[in-house]
């Protein structure tokens, strides 16, 4: 085993020697469009990052100057000397970063030392030892509640740069996404077991947009204790809903009921817009010309999701695997945020609702369906269905109650709520005429528009 480890590391050594003679970002990216791709995918990949105000950062590559303005240090940590030598003239200036030319496999950081950790195109030069090794040593690396950022070219390669021999890994994100989620360590008091839940991952839009290809994909981790009593005897609530509720054969078992494209009541004959994470927002696209992004926490309501999307040859159609509870964007970024069924599943739905406020700008609105209960004491069956489902179920009342709290009572808001006793064809009626539009959904999702933007969940 150490032998074939240091024939992939000469390999690689040899391989990035070539590419690295003159440190150029073409070299870097192996592309001959690399300047044009980084102009666009640098706000891109930055958008996507949490706050880093505060933060120690270890980071590889070409992103140092914009982290540097971001957070509090950032050690910059690459292969190749030549790379670190231009990485240096640039930032060298700067008194808060920390330059390394180092074999990453045997880089020796302290446990528990880094707030973040970003990675661009260095796991795909690791072996599979390699990279399993490597990963549970980030995850020990980061305190709890730091954050991985790591994005890879999946399937094939994706520069155009000439290649006398390649030994890069191509991996699909499926495998990334099961070694992320199945590593991990005990924590700084021992005892505590750590692992990795993801807030996102997705596609680069850049990427699909200027070279046809959705094969590079983020990641963004958090790391956070691991319970299996929280999660119903899994790891993760993620886990939890691609095994339980949302299987990939429950889904489609769902598509048999309510039509294809839906998981709950709708579809084409009664919704004038429909819109759900299995695909059916391509007629809101086609409709009204705007684009969409999905957010979904179940992996098998995306990879649908993306199935139907790619069936349909929508390009701006988007899809991020991704936590809603811990998910960023920009203040006041859409106009409409819609949700059909899926905050049952949240705990702090407050905490959820105070991001729904800030995603929206001034006058926007926040359209929610949701399951909800009578007031306590329930009946035996129904706890029973309720704990074996993990949902958590608010009253009518209380969810006025953390409306206006998240508000702040400092704007006029209307709440609505429809009491229906035949939740089927007369509900999805109602909410079509209340807003001109039915979006079906089991998702977040994000539609833009030049002069309107408009967010579903």
């Known amino acids: 085993l150490d032998l074939k480890l240091k024939l992939v590391r000469s390999k690689m050594t040899e391989f990035w020697k070539e590419h690295s003679k003159d440190a150029t970002v073409e070299e870097m990216m192996l592309d001959s469009r690399a300047r044009e791709l980084t102009?666009?995918?640098?706000?891109?990949?930055?958008?996507?990052?949490p706050c880093l105000a505060g933060y120690r950062v270890a980071y590889k590559h070409r992103y140092t100057s914009h982290l540097l303005t971001k957070a509090a240090h950032v050690t910059a940590v690459d292969f190749m000397e030549k790379f670190i030598e231009r990485n240096r003239q640039v930032n060298g200036h700067h008194?808060?970063?920390?330059?390394?030319?180092?074999?990453?496999?045997?880089?020796?950081?302290?446990?528990?030392s880094i707030d973040f950790i970003f990675s661009n195109w260095l796991l795909m030069y690791l072996s599979d030892e390699e990279l399993k090794s490597f990963i549970e040593k980030l995850l020990g690396w980061l305190r709890p509640g730091g954050f991985l950022f790591f994005r890879e070219s999946c399937n094939h390669r994706s520069g155009d740069g000439k290649r006398d021999f390649n030994?890069?890994?191509?991996?699909?994100?499926?495998?990334?996404?099961?070694l992320v989620q199945s590593v991990q360590v005990e924590g700084p008091e021992g005892g505590q077991t750590f692992g990795f839940d993801i807030v996102l991952?997705?596609?680069?839009?850049?990427?699909?947009?200027?070279?046809?290809?959705?094969?590079?994909?983020?990641w963004l981790l958090e790391k956070t204790p691991r319970s299996l009593n929280a999660q119903n005897g899994f790891s993760t609530f993620q886990k939890f809903l691609d095994n339980q509720q949302y299987t990939r054969r429950g889904i489609l078992r769902y598509e048999k009921i309510f039509g294809v494209g839906y998981v709950s009541t709708g579809g084409p004959s009664t919704t004038k817009v429909g819109m759900n994470n299995d695909g059916d927002d391509y007629v809101t696209v086609q409709t009204f010309g705007v684009e969409v992004l999905g957010l979904d926490l179940s992996e098998n309501m995306v990879d649908i999701a993306?199935?139907?999307?790619?069936?349909?040859?929508?390009?701006?159609?988007?899809?991020?695997?991704?936590?809603?509870?811990?998910?960023?964007?920009?203040?006041?970024?859409f106009d409409v945020i819609y949700s059909q069924d899926t905050v049952l599943h949240i705990d702090d739905k407050l905490a959820l609702f105070k991001h729904f406020h800030s995603w929206l700008k001034p006058g926007g609105q926040l359209l929610i369906s949701d399951y909800c209960c009578g007031e306590k004491p329930w009946t035996p069956a129904f706890e029973a269905y309720v704990k074996q489902r993990g949902y958590i179920l608010y009253t009518p009342s209380q969810y006025v109650i953390i409306t206006y709290v998240t508000a702040h009572l400092?704007?006029?808001?209307?709440?609505?709520?429809?009491?229906?006793?035949e939740p089927t064809l007369k509900n999805t009626v109602l909410i079509k005429n209340f807003y001109y539009l039915n979006l079906q959904c089991k998702a977040l999702f994000l539609l833009f528009r030049s002069y309107r933007k408009f967010t579903c969940c």
């Open 201 to 218: 991952k997705r596609k680069v839009q850049t990427y699909v947009e200027m070279k046809s290809n959705p094969n590079q994909i983020c």
């Open 306 to 333: 993306m199935e139907r999307a790619n069936a349909e040859k929508l390009p701006s159609v988007q899809f991020e695997v991704a936590d809603a509870t811990k998910r960023t964007f920009p203040e006041g970024s």
């Open 95 to 112: 008194s808060n970063v920390t330059f390394i030319q180092a074999d990453v496999t045997k880089l020796d950081v302290p446990q528990h």
């Open 167 to 178: 030994p890069t890994c191509y991996r699909t994100e499926a495998q990334y996404t099961h």
């Open 410 to 421: 400092n704007i006029a808001i209307a709440v609505k709520f429809v009491y229906m006793k």
């Open 39 to 49: 102009q666009q995918e640098l706000p891109e990949i930055l958008s996507m990052l």
